[in-house]
Every structure is written in C-alpha cells, then in structure tokens.
C-alpha cells in the first residue's frame, strides 16, 4: 500500500543544475500537485494537475515546469536551480477536483550551493 | 500578504490537558478549511475539516470549530496525548478553486508527559 512515493528524499544541486524530482501515486487519484515548504511559509503549491495531460500554475510556479503523462506520476522539473529553490518539497494527491483530503508523500530535501 | 495565518510558532501543553490551535485567514472566498498534522521527516496528513457553512466539526478528540465573522477557526485537542506532538496546519480553499489550497505558516504542538 505505497500511497505517494517521492523520489529522492535528498539532493545537493549546484545553482544552475537541473534536475526532477520524481512523484507517483497507485490510488488512481486524478489530482495531483507540488508544494515546497518554507520555514514560517507552510506549504505553497507550485503546480497541480487534474487530470492526465492537463496541469496549471498554482502560487510560486517560476523555475519550475511539469508534465502529466499518465495518471500515476507527475514529475517537477528544475531547469536551472537557484538557491532560492533550496526547500522541501512536497507532491500530494486526491481523489477528484472537488475538495478532498491530500495525501502527500513523505518529500523530497533539495538543497542548492 | 498572507490569506492564512497561524500566529502561534508553537505550543506547550501538559499530557491530558486540552490543546488550542488558532488560525485565522483574510480571503472572504475560503468556504472550506481543513487541518494537517506533520511529523518529522513525513509528509502532513489530513487531521479534519470544516464547510463554511458549519460552525463545528468533531472527530473524537479533535474538534474545529469556525467563526465566520471573525475570519477564525480553531482546533481542540481533548485530552492532548504526547503522540498528537507535531507540526499543525490549517489550509483554506476558495469557493470555486477546486482542490487548491492555501496553507498557514504551522504551529509546533508540544504535548509534555
């Protein structure tokens, strides 16, 4: 019963790397979204998606881009990583568009010299 | 400007003895609020919520309650046991908005035995 999986829990970057951040869920959710957590910020979300092939910006989404291929992932790519992407990020699926308890996976740690 | 704010960075609270966490939020468009709880090193997961059009919700020993006038909404904790110690979020989401939501900054409960 995996739920949300995130992968990796942990990564260093240098600024101007990329990378993705992976995030899959086997509930057959059809929404899906990032968040990053921030000290005294609580959770932003970054993007979400409601369904496969359909994804929009949420709060913070500059430097960052996504894709829903299939139901299951939605991976959150940094194309150029700046520090001030450095935070814990977040991905966090429901049942249906209306409004319904997240559940999130356990994060992904990035931090970015 | 924070819509949703948790003005408490933390709270004490002796094994038994009731628990309040305050939240309060700006946007007359939120119509539903939920509560998160997060442990270390784990992803939130949700605690209860509330419609809009409530004024009390009760889950066992965890109770919100919703004042609309006052734009503020609070969760209870009866008796408080050293495993509800975590970090607490309140999140909102505005009428139309589908499942996106805003959360709070977090409160750190500590429930001391």
């Known amino acids: 019963n995996a739920g949300v999986t995130q992968t990796p829990k942990f990564q260093v970057l240098k600024t101007g790397q990329s990378m993705t951040l992976q995030c899959a869920q086997d509930?057959?959710?059809?929404?899906m979204s990032w968040y990053r957590q921030d000290p005294g910020m609580g959770l932003r979300l970054i993007h979400y998606?409601?369904?496969?092939?359909?994804?929009d910006q949420g709060e913070v989404p500059n430097g960052y881009n996504v894709s829903r291929s299939t139901t299951e992932d939605f991976p959150l790519r940094l194309l150029s990583a700046a520090p001030s992407q450095t935070s814990v990020y977040f991905c966090?699926?429901?049942?249906?568009?209306?409004?319904?308890?997240?559940?999130f996976g356990d994060g992904t740690r990035l931090s970015i010299l | 400007d924070q819509q949703v704010k948790q003005n408490s960075p933390s709270l004490s609270v002796q094994e038994g003895r009731i628990s309040i966490l305050n939240c309060d939020y700006t946007?007359?468009?939120?119509?539903?609020f939920l509560w998160y709880k997060k442990y270390p090193a784990e992803g939130p997961t949700f605690l209860i919520s509330?419609?809009?059009?409530?004024d009390k919700n009760e889950d066992g020993r965890f109770t919100v309650f919703l004042n609309k006038s006052a734009k503020h909404l609070s969760l209870h904790i009866v008796p408080s046991q050293p495993g509800d110690s975590a970090v607490y979020f309140c999140?909102?989401?505005?009428?139309?908005?589908?499942?996106?939501?805003?959360f709070g900054g977090g409160t750190r409960l500590m429930v001391k035995p």
């Open positions: 966090a699926s429901s049942i249906g568009q209306g409004v319904q308890p997240q559940h």
């Open positions: 509930m057959n959710h059809e929404y």
């Open positions: 998606s409601v369904g496969a092939g359909i994804t």
């Open positions: 946007n007359s468009m939120f119509d539903y």
């Open positions: 509330i419609s809009s059009i409530k």
């Open positions: 999140a909102a989401r505005a009428r139309g908005a589908g499942n996106m939501l805003t």
